[in-house]
């Protein structure tokens, strides 16, 4: 350690550093009280006649009610979008497609800013979060995506690529608008026309996305929206009228949409859970790993599917490294998500609350040390603290099920082998890191774990010309990048071959 370590590790964290509010305005959101389904263009009353409220989590208010999708709602909304593609959508030209999509993307950043509160709003994310990777991330991937549309024949040559027709797309609620335009912008860009079901806690940017459709002139039931929780979703899947499915979510439903689609001809791409390592070896710069850690956690809320919920730490650098860790844990300041101070926002829901109460319960029985740093929540709304186990053993629950949540589970090793071993010991793969100064280190770790992403002295880090996805228990098929098109396209394989 240098002397001017030394003299970091031994200045106290300054204790009265007290942040004044910086509250970002929500006038810029108007809300309805009541939203009907997104189908054929128009905002429509659910047949099924039943509305649920949605709400803020940080304050448990409500912010306005939802419509609920019915079987009769979903069949209508398949409708719509078969009709869009096969009367119009399919032979629109690919240039005039692109037109669309820029248009989109230059919209959602025309209104970045009311999208980001209403993220905040709705999710529990803190709007530095939404403002600055949400909202700029969903306009890439409408730019990235328009740029292909006229250049299929070159992303894919000799293999003549064809739309496939109806998406249906069903998402999570953690990066609600970012996985909407990861689904829609390459079911565009490719010629289909898409159903989609946000999730229930989340619908609202959704919703507002409808507006922005509108706003583009996009052709009626191109894009259909069907709000309303897992039964909607199911009937979707279920539904005989789509040519695809494309699910984000819990490893749980992804294995129930594929036993629902097994034999029926219906494309599946599945992008499920993970419970991801970030290895840190002792030749790696350890304040930016420490950094790298706390964005791979701590991240809106830990939401994250490629969270490194598991931190690896090589031997000998576990004390400073934990020390480190600790101190810095400390400075997150934790509370309202509209604050631009705010480090760590709202947990989604009470029932992820409770999920995630109840693993941290498991590991303290288990006998994992638990670490959480002083820290005032709100009163009201859904929160939970940062919060480090150290003494986790590999079999322990911590370390095996994906927690979703604001907890990191540390575990050491001493070589690459044991490393990589412990890294792979997970029914997921998803993520990974790996922290070290060795170019071929790197380069070696990336070729023997089992994960569809491996970051390299950073984490969490997306493109849209990146693609995205999982192994095993994660799920299969990629998203972003030309790997993203291809579910998305019928593509001619003899061609390839031949
Ligand atoms: P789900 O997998 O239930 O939700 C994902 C989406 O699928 C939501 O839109 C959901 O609707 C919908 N859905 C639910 N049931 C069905 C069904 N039978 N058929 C079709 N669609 C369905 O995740 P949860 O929200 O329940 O979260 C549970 C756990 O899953 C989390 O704690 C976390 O561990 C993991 N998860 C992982 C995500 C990832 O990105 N990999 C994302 C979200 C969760 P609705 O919201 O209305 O239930």
């Excluded at 509250?23 to 809300?31: A, F, G, H, K, N």
């Excluded at 989109?104 to 905040?120: H, K, M, T, Y």
């Excluded at 420490?290 to 964005?295: A, L, Q, R």
Aim: hydrophobic share 40%; proline share 7%.
């Amino acid at each position: 350690m240098t002397e001017l370590e030394r003299k970091q590790d031994s200045s106290p964290v300054p204790a009265g550093w007290d942040y004044a509010p910086a509250p970002e305005s929500r006038d810029i959101v108007t809300l309805e009280e009541r939203y009907g389904l997104y189908i054929g263009g128009e905002l429509v009353e659910p047949k099924s006649g039943e509305y649920f409220p949605t709400l803020n989590p940080a304050s448990e208010d409500v912010l306005a009610e939802v419509a609920q999708a019915g079987p009769e709602d979903v069949d209508l909304a398949v409708q719509a979008a078969r009709e869009a593609y096969e009367n119009g959508w399919s032979s629109v030209s690919p240039s005039e497609r692109a037109k669309y999509l820029f248009r989109i993307a230059r919209i959602l950043q025309e209104r970045s800013r009311e999208f980001a509160v209403l993220e905040s709003l709705n999710g529990g994310k803190p709007i530095k979060e939404s403002r600055d990777v949400d909202l700029p991330l969903s306009a890439a991937h409408f730019f990235y995506y328009a740029g292909w549309a006229d250049k299929l024949e070159y992303a894919f040559p000799n293999r003549n690529p064809t739309p496939i027709g109806v998406a249906g797309q069903i998402i999570p609620w953690n990066f609600p608008l970012l996985m909407l335009s990861w689904k829609i912008a390459p079911a565009l860009a490719a010629g289909n026309t898409v159903v989609l079901k946000p999730a229930e806690t989340t619908p609202l940017t959704a919703l507002l996305f409808a507006d922005v459709l509108r706003q583009a002139e996009l052709p009626p039931g191109v894009v259909n929206i069907v709000t309303g929780d897992g039964r909607a979703g199911a009937e979707l899947v279920k539904h005989p009228g789509t040519d695809k499915i494309a699910f984000t979510g819990s490893t749980e439903v992804g294995k129930a949409i594929q036993r629902e689609l097994a034999g029926s001809g219906r494309r599946l791409t599945l992008e499920l859970g993970g419970k991801a390592a970030n290895i840190i070896f002792d030749d790696a710069a350890l304040d930016q790993a420490v950094e790298g850690i706390i964005n791979g956690i701590y991240f809106n809320q830990g939401h994250v599917c490629c969270a490194g919920s598991r931190l690896l730490v090589q031997e000998s650098i576990y004390e400073p490294v934990i020390q480190k860790l600790k101190r810095r844990l400390t400075t997150l300041r934790v509370g309202d998500p509209l604050d631009k101070n705010t480090d760590v926002g709202a947990i989604n829901s009470k029932q992820q609350l409770e999920k995630i109460q109840e693993l941290v319960k498991s590991g303290e029985e288990e006998g994992a040390e638990v670490y959480q740093p002083p820290c005032r929540l709100p009163e009201k709304g859904y929160w939970f603290v940062p919060t480090v186990f150290t003494n986790v053993a590999q079999s322990y629950r911590i370390a095996q099920e994906e927690i979703f949540g604001p907890v990191l589970s540390v575990l050491t090793f001493r070589t690459p082998d044991e490393a990589v071993e412990k890294a792979n010991n997970t029914p997921y793969g998803l993520s990974a890191g790996v922290w070290t100064e060795k170019g071929s280190r790197i380069l070696s770790m990336a070729n023997r774990l089992e994960a569809g992403v491996v970051w390299a002295n950073t984490y969490n880090r997306f493109d849209p010309t990146s693609p995205f996805g999982g192994y095993k228990e994660s799920g299969f098929g990629r998203e972003g990048g030309l790997h993203g098109l291809e579910p998305y396209l019928d593509l001619d394989e003899s061609e390839v071959r031949g």
